[in-house]
């Protein structure tokens, strides 16, 4: 338990934050999943859930939810996906 007032707000904060980032990469997780099964169903859904994923993924980045390098080689392997599964099912 916290003892002086500087730290009992502290905590109030970091609990604010915790929440705070919790939805946040509940959001990001929910769209990189979305992105990944709409890329592998393939179809116009696809490209519409990469491009939320990626922009998701940019703004976790920017606020530092994730690291940057997270971020690319999430959007890297997203990328590979898609093109991957489209490749296939334009044959």
């Known amino acids: 338990m916290p003892n002086t007032a500087s730290a009992k ?15 946040q990469r509940s959001a990001l997780r929910t769209a990189v999943k979305n992105a990944r099964s709409a890329s592998t169903a393939g179809g116009a859904d696809g490209e519409v859930a990469l491009k939320l994923a990626v922009k998701k993924l940019d703004q976790a980045a920017a606020k530092h939810l994730i690291h940057k390098n997270a971020a690319a080689r999430k959007k890297s392997r997203l990328v590979k996906l898609f093109k991957k599964t489209a490749a296939a099912s334009g044959k």
């Open 9 to 23: 707000k502290e905590q109030r904060k970091s609990a604010k934050r915790r929440e705070l980032n919790r939805s």
